[in-house]
């Protein structure tokens, strides 16, 4: 065998298992800044990332847009739905062994087609969960989580779990227990549950409240089932600010963790954030991690990005290095991701048609992160920033406003403390100072 996996047929003949060969690398298929084997900040860069393939997009995104069909042809389609889904399985673990890749994940109806009856679906599902074990065991690779597609089919249109259809509602149970059921037989390390149509287009025919009570039964419903499976892993919400309803109930992720602690599911749910949806929530990625991460949530990550002006979820690969490092600050001070990685939850751009395009695309979104990473760290390390950060709040470090902190002052103290000192001076924040400074160290030779 060759030093990456292939199935029955080799999807991407010509193109081997992509290396490290450094910034001076002028080979478009090689890493410049992903080492795996790279220790940054006291971990291996494979450890820090768990960098997993993503199935939905990967290997079902066809190019289409909502104003245009699809341009990508994939060399597995076939006219059999079962015999189109074990060459994707092929397609999966053989681009993410080039890649290196030591992860993967999926939505149900990605990896198997839906049949005519809850029953059939199952058995589909179940015949490609014994085919992705036995490639698992093949190549090494794991799963770092599936989940359930309960928003594509006509019946979600609606919701799922939040639907007014009780009927539909058990569908989608249905579902989320086959998930499960799927994930406990790979050896899953988590479960996510999907940013979909949890929501409502006008408030004219809706029930709020009902609709979040009937979400939080259905979460409390599928986390004891999994657990009664021998599912011991993390269950992670991805909070989802708009499209396709108007409002989401998953909004962001300080929402979420309102609605978790609110039902009491904060000790089995984490976050697992997504970029793109977090800007469309009016939000910046490092925004949306630092609530996570303040929480004790950060979960996982959906490693993309969105286009600025675009009003929708692009899904486009991550490159943008600023963002990536103001991400890694916050995973680095936050001690890592509680059991998750990061997901290419992104897709190739219309006009990308060359078979080539998804490992340029995957190895970018890797050297980003990895440029990221070791930036992050290099901040860290200097000094000033963090030093800055700390100074700025030494008030609350000593004094009144230790106190202030311990919960020992009324607010009559506060009123006594104000009334004592008189009036206070402007302290800069250094904005533009820290900009500078992240400049300096990104680019300073």
């Known amino acids: 065998m ?20 450094g910034p001076k690398s002028d080979n478009p298929l090689a890493f410049k800044f992903y080492d795996p084997e790279k220790v940054v900040a006291g971990k291996k860069m494979k450890d820090h990332f768990k960098f997993s393939l993503a199935y939905w997009h990967a290997f079902m995104g066809d190019g289409s847009d909502p104003f245009g ?3 990508i042809a994939h060399p597995w389609d076939t006219k059999d739905p079962m015999e189109t889904a074990h060459n994707k399985a092929d397609a999966c673990f053989e681009v993410a062994t080039k890649l290196g890749m030591e992860y993967y994940c999926f939505h149900d109806r990605d990896a198997s087609p839906e049949g005519a009856s809850v029953g059939d679906s199952e058995k589909n599902l179940a015949k490609v969960v014994d085919l992705l074990k036995e490639r698992q065991k093949a190549t090494g690779i794991k799963l770092l989580w599936n989940t359930a597609n309960a928003f594509n089919h006509p019946r979600y249109s609606n919701g799922a779990s939040t639907n007014p259809d009780f009927d539909v509602l058990a569908h989608a149970a249905a579902q989320v227990k086959a998930a499960l059921d799927a994930n406990v037989a790979l050896g899953g390390q988590n479960y996510v549950f999907w940013g979909g149509r949890e929501g409502y287009m006008s408030l004219l025919n809706t029930d709020m409240k009902r609709e979040l009570s009937h979400m939080a039964q259905f979460l409390s419903l599928s986390r004891d089932y999994g657990r009664k499976i021998g599912f011991k892993g993390n269950f992670f919400i991805e909070p989802k600010p708009k499209e396709p309803t108007t409002h989401q109930y998953d909004y962001d992720a300080a929402t979420v963790v309102g609605f978790l602690k609110a039902n009491g ?7 697992n954030i997504e970029a793109n949806h977090a800007t469309l929530a009016g939000h910046s990625f490092a925004h949306d991690l630092q609530v996570a991460a303040d929480n004790g949530m950060l979960g996982s990550i959906d490693a993309n990005r969105g286009d600025l002006f675009l009003g929708w979820d692009t899904d486009q690969f991550p490159t943008n290095v600023y963002d990536a490092i103001e991400a890694m600050l916050v995973v680095l001070r936050a001690g890592g ?9 992104a897709k190739l751009r219309r006009n990308s048609t060359d078979a080539d395009d ?6 970018g ?7 990221g990473l070791t930036l992050a760290d290099k901040i860290i390390t200097d000094g000033r920033l963090e030093k800055f950060r700390s100074d700025r709040y030494a008030s609350f470090d000593s004094g009144k406003g230790k106190d202030f902190e311990a919960g020992k002052l009324s607010l009559v ?11 206070t001076k402007l302290t800069s924040g250094k904005q533009e100072y820290l900009e500078n400074l992240i400049n300096q160290v990104m680019f300073g030779c």
Request: proline share 3%.
């Open 365 to 371: 979104g890797m050297d980003t992160f990895a440029l």
């Open 337 to 345: 991701l509680k059991g998750g990685g990061f997901n290419f939850d």
């Open 2 to 21: 060759s030093n990456y996996y292939v199935g029955n047929k080799e999807f991407y003949p010509g193109i081997g298992k992509i290396p490290f060969e």
């Open 69 to 71: 069909s699809g341009t």
């Open 413 to 423: 103290d506060l009123r006594d403390h104000a009334a004592s000192v008189g009036e």
């Open 265 to 271: 599911l904060d000790k089995d749910f984490l976050l």
């Open 358 to 363: 998804i490992f340029h695309a995957h190895i």
